[in-house]
């Protein structure tokens, strides 16, 4: 089981900038991939926003946010980052981190605001 801890998240204008962290925390030996999602009081589900290999660092994104936003990891501090640049009133959402697939217990979120 791995702890995560999202943090990072605000009030932004648009076209503004914000940086997500997500420390994580017990079982990291054998993390492969982790992700970032989304959710919106709106929708149910929480969507998927990027991922990035732990090991290699290739990335990847949901088409709506690619070029604006840069998933990173930084191994030795058990620390992945999202970049969000050029925010839109759109990815206004709670964020979360996870593993790739998910695993059940989601932690607290972070929520980012983008307004108009």
């Known amino acids: 089981q791995v702890q995560m801890v999202e943090s990072g998240g605000g009030l932004v204008q648009v076209g503004g900038s914000l940086r997500l962290s997500c420390v994580v925390s017990?079982?990291?030996?054998?993390?492969?991939?982790m992700s970032w999602f989304r959710q919106t009081p709106e929708k149910e589900e929480r969507e998927w926003v990027a991922h990035i290999s732990w090991i290699f660092g290739s990335s990847s994104y949901t088409a709506s946010v690619k070029d604006r936003f840069t998933i990173s990891r930084d191994s030795a501090k058990k620390t992945m980052y999202l970049q969000m640049n050029n925010l839109k009133p759109e990815d206004t959402a709670i964020y979360y981190c996870?593993?790739?697939?998910?695993?059940?217990?989601w932690g607290q979120g972070t929520q980012v605001t983008v307004s108009s």
């Open positions: 017990g079982r990291t030996s054998g993390l492969n991939v």
């Open positions: 996870n593993t790739q697939p998910p695993q059940p217990d």
